[in-house]
Structure formats: C-alpha cells, structure tokens
C-alpha cells in the first residue's frame, strides 16, 4: 500500500512531500543524483599531554584524482583544529563558520580557553539541521580548562567523544593500527608515529587515499601544524626527452591569407 504523503501534516515536523514527488519523477524514467563517492583517511589520537591531527593530502573526484596535496586539517580556534572527509567544499565552509563563532566567543570572554564542545556543539547543530546534506565528516580536536577533548562529528549530526578516531574511506585501515597500539601513556613523539602509521595504512590500502601526510600537534603552550609531514609517494625526477626535429610527420598543409584592410598606430605614454 503506498503512502500518501500529501497528507502529513508537516508543519511542525519534518517535511516528506519530496518523497511522493521523487517517486514520481522516478516513474517517468529521469534517473535521481546519487552521491559521489570521496576518498580520504583523517586520524585523532589523544595523548598524555597533547592532541594530534593527522591527515593525507589526495583529494579525488569520483575515481580521478584532482589534488595531490590539499590541505584537510582546517583552523578552529588558537587550541583547536578540526579534519575534514566529504566533499571538499563542505568541509571548508562549515569549519570557516565555526571558526568565526570561535574567534568571537575568544573576544566576549578573553581571559578564558574557549571550551571544545562549544564548537563540537556548533559543528552537531549545524549538520544536523541539513540531515546530511551537507557532506561534512569531522574529527574535531583541542585543549581548553579542562583537557584534551577528540570528537567525531558525522554528516547527519550524530558526535562521538573518543581517545582515538579514524574517518574516511581509508578509515578501516587506519583503526587497526590505533586499536593495535594505543595506550593512554603514549608520549607526543609515540603519538605522532601512530597518527603518521595510521594515515599510511589509508593511503597504501584505500584508492581514495593517497600523497603525502600532514599533522598538527595541539598542546597548551601552542600548536604546531607540520605541513608534508612524510612524503611517502615521492617521485624521483623525470628524464628529459628530446625528440628530433621533422619526427612526427605532416598529413596536410592549409594556409590562409589574410589582407590587410586598415592599419592603425597608437602611441602609449611611458
């Protein structure tokens, strides 16, 4: 029995009479968008005294890759930063409208550590209220009063607060070095050797992963972001061609004349 959602009042709930309209244009042979398929691996790793970020650079369209290195850990705040898995455009936009209402939140209290979950709160609000719409995967991290903080922040608004994370497509890979050998002693240098072999597991084992890694290590007195950290793919320099002149041959010639009608000199100031 099919659903009549015409029907439904929706005022003061959500709205499905996309659905019925959907299902209609189906039936008349128009094919719906689909979503495309992304490649990353994003990794959080908490610490003794610090958090870690890390990264690849690939960015992909479907199964071509646009950018060997983008950058995918966005700033938040002066102790917070947030990795991005989605669609590239998304990512940016939703951590550059968290990241103002961070700096202002800064300027009302400036004598306080702006707390983590208000832009954990900020970010779940926000991709709730587009129910997935906006293809946002984030793994946020930073250190404010009260510690260090790692959530993971999922398209549709649902958040997890973990001492370790993986996200992307190259996530499966990922989480097995971080089940394997996390341990809540691990010192800064043990935790960005793990965030670093975890991002390798993506970009060796996922197609959408891939290029080089980045890492940003947050701890209280400062935060360092670590561009290119390891650049695993590297290739070593092409040789130089040379190919000798009359090599490729000539099939046809056309030439075309032109005349001359009118000539004209302007004289430029210097």
């Not at 290029?211 to 092409?238: E, F, H, Q």
């Amino acid at each position: 029995m099919a659903l009549n959602y015409s029907s439904i009042n929706d005022d003061e709930a959500f709205s499905f009479r996309n659905l019925e309209r959907n299902a209609k244009i189906e039936k008349m042979g128009l094919k719906m968008p689909s979503f495309r398929k992304t490649g990353t691996t994003i990794v959080g790793v908490t610490t003794r005294d610090c958090v870690i970020l890390a990264a690849d650079t690939r960015a992909t369209s479907d199964t071509i890759v646009m950018e060997k290195n983008c950058e995918k850990i966005h700033y938040i705040g002066k102790y917070m930063h947030c990795c991005g898995a989605g669609t590239a455009a998304d990512t940016m936009q939703v951590t550059r409208m968290v990241s103002a209402n961070v700096s202002l939140q800064a300027f009302k209290f400036p004598d306080e550590m702006v707390p983590v979950a208000f832009a954990a709160r900020s970010l779940r609000q926000y991709l709730f209220k587009y129910m997935g719409y906006v293809s946002a995967a984030l793994i946020l991290g930073g250190i404010d009063n009260s510690g260090a903080h790692l959530y993971s922040i999922y398209p549709h608004g649902s958040i997890d607060k973990l001492p370790y994370i993986s996200m992307g497509s190259g996530s499966m890979a990922a989480i097995s070095e971080l089940e394997s050998r996390w341990n809540e002693d691990l010192t800064e240098e043990e935790g960005m050797k793990l965030a670093c072999d975890a991002i390798l597991g993506g970009v060796f084992n996922d197609l959408g992963s891939g290029s080089n890694v980045d890492l940003c290590v947050i701890k209280k007195d400062g935060t360092r972001m670590l561009r290119n950290y390891l650049t695993p793919n590297k290739k070593p320099a092409t040789a130089k061609y040379v190919y000798p002149a009359g090599l490729t041959k000539v099939l046809c010639r056309n030439e075309i004349k032109f005349q001359i009608a009118e000539e004209t000199v302007m004289e430029v100031d210097a």
